[in-house]
């Protein structure tokens, strides 16, 4: 992330930066004036997220519910806009940003996703809410260093989610002659378990949208390459058209051709379907917001569906984090400090992330604060603890998001016939240099 804000020019972040309003007095009252001139108003927050529907709705819900507890004198305003991770909010935003017209807060997906919006000098540094919250004691040192840019930081995490995670019909597998106890150990193996579902008459795997494309390449770039190669290609010190890279890419393509295309314009619910209502597909990869869909069906853990890591990237996290922002100009300061401060706290981590499926960015939970989450996110945060950190293409953590929109962009061109696995691998070098 630091090569990639060097790259937007150090005078001309350090120019927008001098310019930055708004405060982090958390004092009611309105229009009250900081320092800077923003307001210290904390009568209100207007919020923007795209958790508009499902788990993410509910998480946010139980958010607002701890918040109103904790801030009973400023008023949740909800302005979560619709649409699959985040396309539609990040589209408006950039418009009121240019024109200065921020909300008060809003999620983003932590990392390099904001560079952009640090380099223009729509953020605020947030680093000593991070000291008076504590927050430096409370998450943990990995997540610190990739919310770090040139020593400030400008958003709080309210979760972490891992995106190399594959969830496994255990019917459709049993069907096809396959253990779902055992899964494969590398992309090649895995392929050759997609073919045995193929011959039974099942859908091997499942994918949507394009960015859930994205994210099902990522997982397989990191499989392939390994943590290291992988972390090399994202900061530019591996090449796009390296070896390794040519044969994830070929094997994305390989994968693909064995899914429904016809669920690839859809969100990644109703492309995992075949997996969690219909028992007619194996596997789908998804971040583990994908365990709530799972909750609100009658199925079950270890008889009816399994999770594993995407084969041959065991022992690697792929990281992704929401996060909120205190966009400079917020008109109501004192209640985006409110919110930052809620979305950081136990009660408010605990009562959304038990929802979502993802875990607390906290590391300082209690044995008995983690026992109130389920098996599956108790297994995530001991695996967060040790495995190898990676940041997520698809959800903004490793690449700026000009980079990925046209990731994004290229895959559709993909799905569209108008290019072939090789020139998807070329567009997606032209890409990364942005």
Not at 194 to 223: D, N, Y
Not at 242 to 265: C, P, Q, R, Y
Request: aromatic residues 8%; contains cysteine.
């Amino acid at each position: 992330m630091r090569r990639f804000m060097t790259a937007c020019g150090a005078a001309a972040l350090a120019l927008a930066l001098t310019a930055c309003g708004g405060g982090a007095d958390s004092s009611g009252g309105a229009d009250k004036a900081d320092s800077k001139g923003g307001s210290a108003d904390a009568s209100q927050v207007d919020v923007v997220t795209w958790w508009s529907a499902g788990s993410e709705k509910e998480g946010l819900a139980a958010l607002e519910k701890v918040f109103t507890e904790q801030n009973p004198d400023t008023k949740f305003n909800n302005l979560a806009i619709s649409g699959g991770s985040g396309d539609q909010a990040k589209q408006k935003l950039q418009t009121d940003l240019a024109a200065k017209n921020p909300p008060d807060t809003y999620q983003a997906h932590a990392g390099a996703e904001l560079s952009s919006d640090i380099a223009a000098g729509y953020l605020e540094d947030v680093s000593p809410l991070y000291d008076e919250f504590k927050l430096k004691d409370a998450f943990p040192d990995t997540l610190i260093d990739r919310l770090t840019v040139d020593g400030k930081i400008y958003s709080v995490p309210s979760n972490i989610h891992r995106a190399n995670v594959v969830w496994a019909n255990v019917k459709v597998l049993k069907e096809a002659g396959l253990d779902p106890e055992k899964p494969a150990d590398s992309v090649e193996a895995w392929i050759a378990d997609m073919e045995k579902v193929k011959a039974a008459g099942k859908t091997p795997i499942s994918v949507g949208a394009t960015w859930t494309q994205l994210q099902l390449l990522e997982t397989i770039l990191i499989a392939d390459l390994g943590a290291e190669d992988y972390t090399k290609l994202v900061e530019g010190d591996l090449g796009w058209d390296d070896a390794k890279v040519t044969t994830a890419f070929e094997h994305f393509d390989k994968i693909m051709n064995m899914t429904d295309k016809g669920l690839w314009s859809e969100d990644w619910e109703p492309a995992m379907a075949g997996v969690v209502k219909d028992d007619s597909v194996a596997y789908n990869v998804m971040g583990d917001w994908a365990l709530a869909a799972f909750n609100g069906s009658d199925k079950k853990a270890g008889e009816d569906y399994v999770y594993f890591p995407v084969p041959g990237s065991q022992g690697v996290f792929d990281f992704l984090a929401d996060s909120f922002t205190m966009p400079v100009g917020a008109k109501h300061a004192g209640g985006t400090k409110n919110w930052l401060n809620t979305i950081s706290s136990k009660e408010g981590q605990i009562a959304f992330n038990t929802i979502k499926g993802s875990i607390p960015a906290r590391s300082d939970l209690s044995d008995e604060e983690k026992a109130q989450f389920p098996e599956y996110q108790q297994s995530a945060m001991a695996d967060f603890a040790k495995d190898t950190i990676v940041s997520s293409i698809a959800h903004g953590a490793a690449l700026p998001l000009p980079a990925t929109e046209a990731m994004k962009s290229a895959l559709g061109e993909y799905d569209s016939g108008s290019l072939d696995i090789a020139g998807l691998q070329t567009k997606f070098a032209d890409a990364a240099k942005k």
